[in-house]
């Protein structure tokens, strides 16, 4: 697995990387060797934020945690990941690597090992007019019905993309990439 490192306002000793590496080690077993993780370290105050996002497949996995020691938002962060991959097993499966799931999820304390599977349920449907509307004027008609995503044609581009409200108050903006 490839890890890349991009550091906000902090700078990353060797230690902090090699426990980094330590730690999503254990993740091996799952991923292919073409897999690329992301660590992203940002200090704010007195708060660190370590956000790892791994890409591989086709699939992303992504965690976030802000702590006020690095470390500690490094172990939550792995955690976290543990437990999505943990809640997902049997759907995972078919996309990682053989026998992957199984022994990551026994390394994981019973607590974690035991959390039942949620069940997907679509409990309902709705179909929506698009129009070719540009970015802001998407904002401003996803805060009018007060939704936290709004979906619209990017009147630029002429592709489907879909703006959303973050975390702080800013926003967000999806687009559509092709392999």
Not at 140 to 154: A, R, S, V
């Amino acid at each position: 697995m490839k890890i890349t490192y991009t550091a906000r306002k902090v700078n990353l000793r060797d230690n902090f990387k090699e426990r980094v590496e330590k730690k999503l080690a254990k993740f091996k077993k799952l991923f292919s060797d073409d897999a690329v993780a992301h660590v992203v370290v940002t200090l704010e105050k007195n708060r660190q934020t370590v956000e790892i996002t791994i890409r591989d497949n086709r699939m992303v996995y992504r965690a976030e945690s802000t702590q006020p020691e690095m470390n500690d938002a490094l172990d939550r962060v792995v955690d976290i990941l543990m437990r999505q991959i943990r809640k997902n097993k049997t759907r995972l499966e078919k996309r990682v690597k053989a026998g992957g799931i199984e022994a990551i999820t026994a390394e994981l304390p019973p607590q974690i090992a035991e959390e039942p599977e949620e069940e997907y349920e679509v409990v309902r449907k709705k179909q929506i007019l698009v129009k070719p509307i540009s970015v802001d004027e998407a904002i401003l008609e996803m805060n009018m019905i007060n939704h936290d995503f709004f979906m619209f044609i990017n009147a630029e581009t002429d592709e489907v993309n879909v703006v959303y409200k973050r975390e702080g108050g800013n926003y967000g903006l999806l687009e559509l990439a092709r392999d």
